[in-house]
């Protein structure tokens, strides 16, 4: 693969082009494509991107949000392909439209999936479609697989995996090895990810998808009747996840009640194990909230207030502490009840009371999580 070039800026030395161009397939995902083209030329994902980059441990990190210049320059010189061919398949464009700009430097992006990298190896980040995988002639990885808003297939109608469905580890293709030859296997077990029969995706879940990727396409989104810009549309659908999330803990009757004008039954809602942010949280529980949070879109903000007013809210049942209202919504909930009461100065115990079951039950939950990762 010609000799080694360093991704120095100022280093000049020309690295030998790869004998065949191994272009990208539509919606390629960047690490998709690395780790294809290193089976195509029959090396270790590791091999490939050490001999473009000698100097950058690749895999330690999370390469589908974007590399620097002069690293997409040794990698055009060697591929044949344009530098922005291969910005194109990174996550860094897209994930601009939901946060109002680009996320640079944020450990988590909005609305992106986050990989939990520790050395090589992920805790998430990445799903798949199955029948997808199994159709290609080639076998990769989609750029939308990785956005968070994203938990089913449109073409099959069937949720999205993330995990392999016969050892249930991370799905890491990166991990893989020349003597795999294709994309659509476990790194950890060898399976074939192809295999596994998914459920079928929820109708108000996928609904939510469409409005979410025609939100970013428009750049803006539809609440009720009423348009509002992607950035603020993205917001107002956060809002609503956490409004979802306090009432699967049982925090508010007031709460429950102003869910049932949105034909949502809070007994059904089942909060994450975890407790985690939602780029880090299981497909299934992505798109049970998700699809909730479509039906409360579809209302209008006018519907908001009538339910809040009617369930008697407060501002304080909208907005837990240091949390500020979507500003879509302050009109409708005007006149709502402030009770906050004066909050007094308590000084901590010595001894701190036992941590709740719920508390327990979610620090296992992320235990666990870690422990296969790391297995």
């Known amino acids: 693969m010609g000799a080694p070039d360093e991704g120095d800026p100022g280093d000049r030395r020309m690295i030998r082009p790869w004998g065949f161009p191994i272009p990208l397939l539509p919606d390629e995902l960047f690490s998709s ?24 441990r690749v895999w330690t990190g999370d390469p589908d949000r974007g590399i620097a210049a002069d690293r997409l320059a040794a990698l055009a010189r060697a591929s044949g392909i344009a530098a922005t061919v291969f910005e194109a398949a990174t996550l860094r464009t897209i994930a601009s439209a939901p ?15 986050a990989a939990g990298s520790r050395n090589r190896r992920r805790r998430g980040g990445l799903q798949y479609c199955p029948a997808c995988l199994a159709e290609d002639k080639k076998p990769y990885y989609r750029l939308r697989w990785r956005l968070a808003w994203h938990t089913a297939c449109l073409r099959h109608g069937r949720i ?32 074939d990810l192809r295999k596994a029969d998914e459920a079928q995706a929820d109708g108000d879940a996928l609904a939510f998808q469409s409005a979410a990727d025609e939100a970013v396409q428009r750049r803006e989104g539809i609440y009720g009747q009423e348009r509002i810009s992607c950035e603020e549309w993205f917001a107002l659908s956060r809002y609503f996840v956490g409004l979802l999330r306090r ?15 949105f034909d949502i039954d809070a007994g059904d809602l089942e909060a994450p194990a975890t407790g985690l942010v939602l780029e880090l949280l299981l497909t299934r529980e992505r798109a049970a909230l998700l699809g909730r949070v479509r039906r409360m879109l579809g209302a209008g903000p006018e519907a908001f207030g009538r339910a809040a007013k009617k369930a008697g809210a ?7 502490m240091r949390q500020k209202l979507p500003h879509c919504l302050e009109k409708a ?33 992320r235990m666990r999580r870690a422990m296969l990762a790391d297995s």
């Not at 995990?163 to 249930?168: K, L």
């Open 314 to 320: 407060s501002v304080q049942t909208l907005c837990e």
């Open 33 to 56: 494509w690395l780790v294809r083209a290193a089976l195509v030329q029959g090396c270790d994902p590791l091999v490939l991107t050490g001999s473009v980059w000698p100097r950058w």
């Open 333 to 365: 909930v005007a006149g709502l009840p402030d009770r906050s009461p004066e909050r007094l100065r308590r000084k901590r115990a010595a001894t701190g009371r036992p941590r709740s079951r719920r508390s327990v039950a979610r620090m296992w939950a």
């Open 160 to 191: 999205l995996r993330d995990c392999c469905p016969h050892c249930g580890g991370t799905v890491e293709p990166h991990r893989l090895s020349a003597e795999d030859r294709h994309l659509a296997l476990c790194a950890r077990c060898k399976g």
């Open 99 to 113: 946060a109002g700009g680009f996320p640079d430097g944020k450990a988590v992006w909005p609305w992106v999936l």
């Open 247 to 261: 009432a699967a803990m049982g925090k508010s009757d007031i709460l429950n009640e102003m869910l049932r004008a």
